[in-house]
């Protein structure tokens, strides 16, 4: 079964570095998304791109965030200069064309920033 | 008011019982909902889409009510591998952005 692929697995860096999470979306889906969920808390929607733009972003999206797909097949979220409150579980998802809001997760990236 | 409102529990049950569990939604021009399904530490998994009266899939039935905009989920003869939290989600109104409620956790105990 087509599944959506992440990495790194953990990452960790300190206050101030730049990080960039990968994924690799299911390859015949054309929307992308990511998520994140802080410890203990609720999921909440970043960010959604489709045809190499980006469609929506949440106010947690801000100039620090950008998103890319670099190539055919990748799919990026860069954090420019990390905080301590972007220690996080970060979730890649992606959409086919006919189902566009049934969206499948990755198994997320833990970003510890320290 | 929550976008997206559930009871967080834990529904402590027995296996072989059954449980609901229900979720309330604010916005009322939301077009898609689902139940997902998160393991501790794991990413959300789609249970089950609810589009419009109903759904049911095997021990699980899902419910909406676009009057009272609730949203129920049931489950029938609980196994131990059903302990988990359990997402309500719905789609915006106008995109294709989830909106997650903060989970209802079941523990089921032999």
């Known amino acids: 079964e087509p599944e959506v692929t992440q990495t790194p697995s953990h990452q960790v860096t300190q206050m101030g570095q730049e990080v960039i999470l990968r994924c690799v979306p299911i390859s015949n889906h054309l929307y992308f998304y990511w998520y994140r969920q802080i410890l203990g808390q609720k999921v909440e929607f970043l960010v959604s791109f489709y045809n190499n733009e980006i469609s929506e972003k949440s106010e947690i999206f801000d100039d620090q965030f950008s998103v890319e797909r670099p190539d055919g097949s990748n799919f990026t979220l860069k954090i420019r200069s990390t905080k301590l409150e972007d220690s996080a579980m970060y979730f890649c998802a992606s959409s086919d064309p006919q189902g566009v809001d049934t969206q499948y997760f990755g198994p997320g990236t833990r970003l510890t920033v320290l | 008011r929550k976008e997206v409102e559930q009871d967080p529990g834990p529904f402590n049950v027995p296996e072989g019982a059954t449980v609901a569990f229900n979720c309330t939604y604010s916005?009322?021009?939301?077009?898609?909902f689902f139940w997902y399904r998160q393991d501790c530490r794991k990413e959300p998994k789609l249970l089950m889409s609810v589009y419009s009266s109903g759904n049911e899939d095997g021990r699980f039935t899902a419910q909406l009510n676009r009057a009272s905009q609730y949203i129920s989920l049931l489950i029938r003869d609980s196994k131990l591998s059903d302990s988990a939290t359990y997402l309500c989600?719905?789609?915006?109104?106008?995109?294709?952005?989830?909106?997650f409620g903060s989970g209802t956790r079941l523990l089921v105990r032999p």
């Open positions: 916005n009322s021009a939301s077009q898609s």
């Open positions: 989600v719905v789609s915006g109104d106008s995109s294709y952005k989830l909106i």
